[in-house]
């Protein structure tokens, strides 16, 4: 028998409906999705989740997340 929380999910991300294996964290769908988690910023599901958050928060089917990546440098 299959383990439910493994078949794939949907879930927006940045607005794109996007799937990705079911029973993942947050930290592990940054990853899968290729973002580096040290990186970025996440809004979940409408509310920026504080870092302290990501590793018990868990992505579930129809979660949206807005990723914006942290650039340096300049001039």
């Known amino acids: 028998m299959t383990d439910p ?3 794939p999910i949907s879930l927006r991300l940045n607005g794109e409906e ?17 973002y580096r988690p040290q990186l ?8 920026i989740l504080a870092r302290r958050h990501w590793p018990l928060q868990m992505v579930r089917q129809a979660d949206a997340l807005e990723v914006v990546t942290i650039v340096g440098g300049g001039s």
């Open 40 to 47: 970025v910023v996440v809004e979940f599901n409408g509310e």
């Open 18 to 34: 996007r799937s990705c294996p079911g029973g993942l964290g947050l930290e592990a769908v940054l990853e899968y999705f290729g």
């Open 5 to 7: 929380s493994l078949a």
